[in-house]
């Protein structure tokens, strides 16, 4: 199924759930990624999900090379960095004053 929902350029989100039970179901929540062009903000209480859904989304966004900026005071995004298998530090040298 998650193969079917990547080559149609959907964002999974998650299961819908329930609203009598509060229990997911195994309906799925996409989103078509098109709809994601230019700006975004993720506000809610402490512990609501706003990482998390932040994290789904830059994931999402990444799988289908859209490119993302993302602003996180906090720094919650920091372990999320994907890693490019040739990445070389010294490409860095450039913009990195030598006492530093």
């Known amino acids: 199924m ?41 506000i809610g209480m402490t512990g609501s999900g ?13 799988i289908d090379n859209i490119p993302s900026i993302v602003i996180d005071p906090k720094g919650d995004m920091g372990n999320l960095l994907l890693t490019d298998p040739t990445f070389d530090s010294t490409s860095f040298e450039p913009w990195v004053r030598d006492e530093a």
């Open 50 to 62: 706003k990482t998390g859904l932040g994290i789904g989304l830059i994931e999402e966004a990444a």
């Open 2 to 42: 998650q193969e079917l929902y990547e080559k149609l350029g959907l964002f999974y989100i998650g299961h819908d759930v329930d609203k009598a039970t509060q229990s997911p179901t195994d309906d799925l929540t996409l989103l078509k990624n098109k709809n994601f062009t230019t700006h975004a903000a993720i």
